[in-house]
């Protein structure tokens, strides 16, 4: 029998320790998602297919080249824009509203619908613009 001396370095490594940890480390994973998986089982009620939380649906003011506003996608005039938009205050007080104006419009016309949706006091409101490429 040989001894060997303390000084030398090791010619294989033990890897049976590395083994046990990774096989329990496995048992592991394979209990907790099995756990999380069963349960009891219920016959579950049937919902409405209306949600009752809804989130209230964006309205887009677009303002095309020759100034022309629409209201989604209905031309209206900015007197009709102020009432179209009270009503839907009324109904929704927190929606939110997208203003998508032509590159090439008068700065006037924006600052119009802007002025109609302060005087509405809507709160939720977005910019629309093109992200520049280079």
Do not use: H
């Amino acid at each position: 029998m040989q001894v060997q001396d303390d000084n030398e370095p090791y010619d294989e490594i033990n890897i049976t320790p590395m083994l046990d940890l990774a096989y329990v480390l496995l048992v592991i994973f394979i209990v907790m998602t099995t756990a999380s998986v069963q349960g009891i089982k219920v016959n579950l009620p049937k919902a409405s297919n209306t949600p009752s939380l809804a989130k209230p649906t964006t309205k887009a003011i677009t303002i095309t080249e020759d100034g022309k506003l629409f209201l989604d996608t209905y031309p209206i005039s900015i007197e009709e824009l102020e009432q179209r938009l009270r009503q839907f205050k009324a109904v929704t007080p927190d929606f939110p509203v997208v203003v998508k104006g032509d590159a090439r419009i008068q700065y006037e016309r924006v600052i119009e619908v802007l002025d109609v949706l302060g005087r509405v006091e809507v709160t939720q409101l977005g910019l629309v613009t093109q992200r520049l490429v280079k």
